[in-house]
């Protein structure tokens, strides 16, 4: 509940649409919500001992096998909790307490269900469950002293789930029911004509489902006496701004004070009727069901009878209301290769954002699939994958609405496969030939060919189609742009539908040369060097990669002597040195691509300076761009747009002259008219010319410093008519309206004005990026039609469009402008400056800058990288990251290795070209040994000699058995007992992973006639136990033997260690027996 702020500020009334029946608090049954897709309660309370059930009953026709619940769009876990449980039914039970009593923690939130099927999934709106609640006292009721037959006003305002009731007691009593004393909706109690008997203690009594409160007394003082203070009139309460929800009562407060009692009134500020649901309570008017009709500006009068003394008060109710979806998609059977069109209509205050869902995902826009605004969703050449459920979505913050609509894609039987080995050869700079095979299959049955083209530097250009018969196999695409790739795709056609596409192919058209010259400027900077600047050429008019520039230059008195200079296509300035004095000069420049050299600028004159100028004229004024002249009989409208470094121009002058026909170098000269206009000027009216004459107009910019170059137009007025009737211009067309089509177009449409006596013959358009200063980029475009499809556009740009009207031979204003944005694309163009670094052996980091033409938000960007740099793209490892990340540390590599990589970037419409390869060697690794590495090795060594120690013990008995072989019994060997007095089994086998290793020894060591010398990494590790009775039973000193040339310390009977290292992580032991002389090797 809201009250009003007594500052002025907005009154809001929460909304809380509780959908519980509080009256029967001993029916414990589970109060349900059907969360579905169509209308709904957007907020539930979950009251204490009234169990919610949610219910997902999404409507779909076939039976759904999994129903997944969502918690402000996170799934709930599966095992439930303690105020969870999941039904057979696959509803939602929630407890308002759990099993011992606690109050729900994190059950509040919004819950939306998805329900899965064979034909795909829905997901139901979301509905938020609050927990039902009270808030402590936002404002109490104050003292009031009010004079006899006056007006007393107390006011409590607090917050609660579900909305709380307000009660007023005096003196803990509950105040009497008469007509004076009025509670309203918004906690207010007001006591009109106050007399004594009202003085006492008031206080307001807040109760909920959560609890009950009850505030502080505030005293009522009434003072008889003078009542001057009543004379005159006076609203104590006026009304306050208040923002009411649809469907939730209002109350516009006012209530005023004066003698005699003054009359109140209420009416509209529109002059509207009160609607008749709206009922007057005293002074005051009370909406209980707030409706989109109610919202506006009140205005309260209060009038002093019998005068025209009078007091007035507004305030403007604003009732938001949650999103309705008023044309939901249909429903749609297509054939596989048509196109399918959802259309989706919503309301709501604010306006809501649709988006559309795809088995309960969201759908990104690509190459066949587009979202047009406002709710229209298209998807062409369908194919079998875009069958399913497709839901629009509106949301405007109170609340969620949507629709659905199933998609079906028809196969038929004998439809043609997609056409084979299509192949596109730039025939030109402009056009293509394109050349395909029959389908495989069904191929006799086709009628006809359908070849698809767009620019491929984004997926989401408008797309040209051309059909043809079926007795062909190649066509030939003209009006293609220069030095621009496309992409093709066939389509082909039999009576029972469209076969899938052929495989696209891409290709960049031929360059050309460029359609339009560079706009020179030129200056001195001494008195025999001439300085010029230039622009770049737009992609539009270069037609290709600019290689080169010419420049061509003469005396006036020399034009047959003509010298050209040429300098790289990256430059943009050059100077001329060496030049004469006080001479002019004509020059020209040319820009060149790999085919040759476009057409020249006009020749522009200019004269070296007489003597050096000290001043600075490293600062130059490039001339005005687009200079336009419309010729008339008597006068020429000369338009034209600021300079490219305008902020440097002060003002800009214009001269006309008349141009003798048969002019020649030493041309006459004639008189010259310069005109001054301000720094603002962008248009000039020549008059009192003469028809059928040649003129030159030249207009240039200037500061205080210098005069900029200038741009030159060369024509003639038009022939004397015998109408000399002037038509009035025509108004400029109304009712415009801009529409994005794709992010390179927009379509623009317009009524024709009214109220216009001329016959207009065609519009004009008027196109630029919104906020732009630079001239140009602004384009006009010329339509006979009241729509035009504004194409070649950048995406994800703003633009401002504006129409005009054009006559017979006037021309109108241009009509307000109206803004549109294109949309946005994938990345025309890679990420910059892709960096890589290698850590150490495993890793690289590696660093990137954005796209330079990002076409819309960068939301991830895919690193592939592979050690091969022949093996194909979609076998190399991908990586992907989010937006927001400019660099990332790849792991798990292989060192000594030679890594490619490179990076592109998507946008919500797709990926954008990938970065040129770059390289990046790992180094080898080094072993270092740390605390892990030995820790290992300990253990490795310590289960070594253990299985040392078995296999000794094992082989005791072979000893014993050659000692019999030498002259002892047999039957008189003692056994054999470990150290410790455990006698060795006489059956256990040798070790298996001991060998005669003579190898293993280094080399020289088996030959009796080289003993070894060293022995210092030949040692001993262990000896065999020593025979005996028991434990204590003294080991044998050692002795020193050799075998087979190597020396050992025998230590018992057993075999002893002579050799042992670490290779690598692997232990090498080799073993010696003192009787016999054998050797054993182990590798652990």
């Known amino acids: 509940?809201?009250?009003?702020?007594?500052?002025?500020?907005?009154?809001?009334?929460?909304?809380?649409?509780?959908?519980?029946?509080?009256?029967?608090?001993?029916?414990?049954?589970?109060?349900?919500?059907?969360?579905?897709?169509?209308?709904?309660?957007?907020?539930?309370?979950?009251?204490?001992?009234?169990?919610?059930?949610?219910?997902?009953?999404?409507?779909?026709?076939?039976?759904?096998?999994?129903?997944?619940?969502?918690?402000?769009?996170?799934?709930?876990?599966?095992?439930?909790?303690?105020?969870?449980?999941?039904?057979?039914?696959?509803?939602?039970?929630?407890?308002?307490?759990?099993?011992?009593?606690?109050?729900?923690?994190?059950?509040?939130?919004?819950?939306?269900?998805?329900?899965?099927?064979?034909?795909?999934?829905?997901?139901?709106?979301?509905?938020?469950?609050?927990?039902?609640?009270?808030?402590?006292?936002?404002?109490?009721?104050?003292?009031?002293?009010?004079?006899?037959?006056?007006?007393?006003?107390?006011?409590?305002?607090?917050?609660?789930?579900?909305?709380?009731?307000?009660?007023?007691?005096?003196?803990?009593?509950?105040?009497?029911?008469?007509?004076?004393?009025?509670?309203?909706?918004?906690?207010?109690?007001?006591?009109?004509?106050?007399?004594?008997?009202?003085?006492?203690?008031?206080?307001?009594?807040?109760?909920?489902?959560?609890?009950?409160?009850?505030?502080?007394?505030?005293?009522?003082?009434?003072?008889?006496?003078?009542?001057?203070?009543?004379?005159?009139?006076?609203?104590?309460?006026?009304?306050?701004?208040?923002?009411?929800?649809?469907?939730?009562?209002?109350?516009?407060?006012?209530?005023?004070?004066?003698?005699?009692?003054?009359?109140?009134?209420?009416?509209?500020?529109?002059?509207?009727?009160?609607?008749?649901?709206?009922?007057?309570?005293?002074?005051?008017?009370?909406?209980?069901?707030?409706?989109?009709?109610?919202?506006?500006?009140?205005?309260?009068?209060?009038?002093?009878?019998?005068?025209?003394?009078?007091?007035?008060?507004?305030?403007?109710?604003?009732?938001?209301?949650?999103?309705?979806?008023?044309?939901?998609?249909?429903?749609?059977?297509?054939?596989?290769?048509?196109?399918?069109?959802?259309?989706?209509?919503?309301?709501?205050?604010?306006?809501?954002?649709?988006?559309?869902?795809?088995?309960?995902?969201?759908?990104?826009?690509?190459?066949?699939?587009?979202?047009?605004?406002?709710?229209?969703?298209?998807?062409?050449?369908?194919?079998?994958?875009?069958?399913?459920?497709?839901?629009?979505?509106?949301?405007?913050?109170?609340?969620?609405?949507?629709?659905?609509?199933?998609?079906?894609?028809?196969?038929?039987?004998?439809?043609?496969?997609?056409?084979?080995?299509?192949s596109a050869t730039p025939y030109s700079s402009t056009s293509a030939l394109l050349i395909w095979e029959k389908p495989e299959y069904n191929s006799d049955q086709i009628i006809g060919y359908s070849v698809h083209c767009q620019r491929a530097a984004g997926s989401d250009n408008v797309e040209y189609q051309f059909a043809m018969n079926n007795d062909t196999t190649e066509y030939h695409v003209k009006e293609l742009l220069p030095h621009t790739a496309y992409t093709f795709f066939v389509v082909a056609y039999s009576p029972m539908g469209a076969s899938p596409p052929s495989l696209p192919v891409t290709v960049e058209m031929l360059e050309d040369v460029p359609s339009a010259p560079p706009q020179l400027s030129i200056a001195s900077t001494s008195p025999s060097d001439i300085r010029l600047m230039w622009h770049p050429l737009s992609s539009q008019n270069s037609r290709g990669a600019v290689t080169r520039y010419r420049i061509e230059y003469s005396t006036l008195d020399q034009v047959d002597s003509v010298f050209s200079v040429e300098v790289g296509g990256n430059e943009t300035q050059f100077t001329l040195r060496e030049l004469q004095p006080n001479q002019a000069y004509r020059l020209r420049i040319a820009a060149g691509t790999g085919v040759g050299f476009g057409v020249p600028s006009e020749w522009a004159q200019h004269q070296t300076l007489a003597h050096y100028n000290h001043s600075d004229h490293s600062m130059v004024i490039f001339a005005p761009t687009e200079l336009k002249v419309r010729a008339r009989v008597k006068s020429l409208n000369v338009t034209w747009h600021p300079s490219p470094n305008h902020t440097l121009v002060s003002g800009y002058k214009l001269s006309c002259r008349e141009v003798e026909a048969d002019e020649s170098a030493n041309e006459r000269t004639t008189q010259t008219h310069t005109t001054r206009l301000g720094k603002r000027a962008r248009y000039h009216l020549l008059t009192r010319l003469v028809p059928d004459r040649q003129y030159e107009v030249r207009v240039w910019g200037f500061n205080k410093q210098i005069d900029g170059a200038a741009a030159v137009w060369k024509g003639r007025t038009d022939k004397h008519h015998r109408c000399s009737f002037r038509a009035p211009p025509p108004l400029p067309p109304s009712s415009i309206q801009a529409m994005a089509n794709s992010s390179t177009s927009i379509w623009l449409r317009w009524e024709k004005p009214r109220f216009s006596h001329v016959r207009i013959i065609n519009y004009t358009v008027r196109c630029s990026p919104a906020g732009t200063t630079n001239a140009s980029l602004v384009s006009y475009y010329t339509s006979s039609a009241q729509e035009i499809l504004l194409g070649a556009l950048r995406p994800f740009t703003r633009y401002e469009l504006a129409v005009q009207s054009n006559g017979v031979d006037v021309v109108g204003p241009f009509s307000g402008t109206v803004e549109e944005s294109t949309l946005s694309d994938r990345p025309s163009t890679p990420p910059e400056e892709l960096r890589l670094r290698a850590l150490d052996s495993s890793s690289v980091l590696v660093s990137w800058r954005p796209p330079l033409e990002p076409n819309g938000i960068i939301i991830s960007y895919r690193i592939l990288f592979s050690g091969n740099l022949s093996q194909p793209e979609h076998l190399w490892e991908n990586l992907s990251q989010d937006g927001s990340i400019t660099s990332v540390e790849v792991q798990g590599l292989s060192s000594d290795t030679h890594y490619f990589f490179k990076l592109g970037a998507s946008t919500e419409v797709g990926p954008g070209p990938y970065s040129p390869i770059k390289d990046v060697y790992t180094p080898l690794q080094k072993y270092e040994l740390d605390i892990h590495a030995v820790t290992g090795i300990i253990v490795g060594v310590c289960l070594g000699l253990i299985c040392i120690l078995l296999c000794m013990c094992f082989s005791f008995r072979n000893g014993k058995s050659s000692e019999v072989s030498g002259g002892l019994d047999s039957t008189a060997v003692t056994p054999q007992y470990r150290r410790g007095g455990c006698p060795v089994p006489s059956n256990v086998p040798e070790c298996s992973n001991s060998h005669e290793l003579e190898t293993l020894m280094p080399p020289g060591s088996q030959e009796s006639g080289q003993p070894l010398e060293e022995a210092s990494e030949e040692q001993s590790l262990m000896a065999s136990a020593n025979p005996g009775e028991g434990e204590d039973t003294p080991a044998p000193e050692p002795k020193v033997k050799t075998c087979k040339g190597v020396a050992f310390l025998q230590m018992g009977l057993g075999y002893s260690v002579i050799f042992s290292r670490v290779d690598r992580g692997i232990i090498v032991v080799i073993l010696v027996h003192p009787l016999s002389c054998r050797l054993l090797g182990m590798a652990l």
């Open 1 to 422: 509940v809201g009250g009003d702020d007594e500052g002025g500020g907005v009154h809001v009334t929460s909304c809380m649409f509780c959908i519980l029946d509080r009256k029967d608090r001993r029916n414990l049954q589970p109060v349900s919500v059907e969360l579905s897709c169509g209308a709904g309660p957007s907020h539930v309370v979950l009251e204490p001992g009234l169990p919610l059930l949610l219910d997902c009953n999404l409507g779909a026709s076939d039976t759904p096998f999994n129903v997944t619940w969502l918690q402000d769009g996170q799934p709930l876990p599966l095992e439930g909790g303690d105020f969870l449980q999941y039904l057979a039914n696959g509803s939602l039970l929630l407890l308002p307490t759990s099993k011992d009593g606690q109050s729900p923690q994190g059950v509040e939130g919004g819950y939306s269900c998805v329900s899965a099927s064979a034909h795909g999934a829905l997901t139901s709106r979301t509905v938020n469950v609050l927990l039902a609640s009270l808030s402590k006292f936002l404002q109490e009721p104050s003292p009031q002293t009010v004079p006899a037959g006056g007006a007393a006003r107390f006011k409590c305002q607090i917050e609660g789930v579900p909305t709380p009731v307000i009660t007023w007691e005096k003196d803990t009593v509950a105040v009497p029911e008469e007509t004076r004393f009025i509670s309203l909706l918004n906690g207010v109690l007001q006591i009109l004509e106050v007399t004594k008997e009202d003085e006492g203690a008031y206080r307001c009594v807040v109760s909920n489902s959560a609890r009950k409160d009850i505030s502080h007394e505030a005293r009522l003082t009434v003072t008889t006496g003078s009542t001057e203070a009543l004379n005159r009139v006076a609203i104590v309460a006026p009304p306050q701004n208040a923002i009411v929800v649809l469907g939730r009562p209002a109350v516009m407060e006012c209530m005023a004070q004066g003698q005699p009692k003054p009359l109140v009134s209420w009416s509209r500020q529109d002059g509207k009727p009160i609607s008749t649901d709206v009922v007057v309570l005293a002074t005051n008017l009370v909406i209980r069901d707030t409706r989109r009709h109610h919202a506006g500006v009140y205005v309260c009068r209060a009038n002093k009878p019998m005068t025209r003394e009078f007091v007035d008060a507004a305030a403007e109710l604003h009732v938001p209301a949650p999103p309705v979806i008023l044309q939901p998609p249909e429903t749609a059977s297509l054939s596989r290769g048509n196109t399918a069109r959802f259309v989706c209509n919503s309301s709501g205050e604010p306006p809501p954002v649709l988006h559309w869902l795809k088995d309960g995902h969201p759908i990104k826009t690509f190459r066949r699939v587009k979202t047009q605004s406002p709710g229209v969703l298209l998807i062409n050449q369908l194919a079998l994958e875009d069958a399913g459920y497709y839901q629009c979505i509106a949301d405007n913050g109170l609340g969620t609405a949507c629709a659905t609509a199933k998609l079906t894609v028809i196969v038929r039987e004998g439809l043609p496969s997609s056409p084979r080995h299509l």
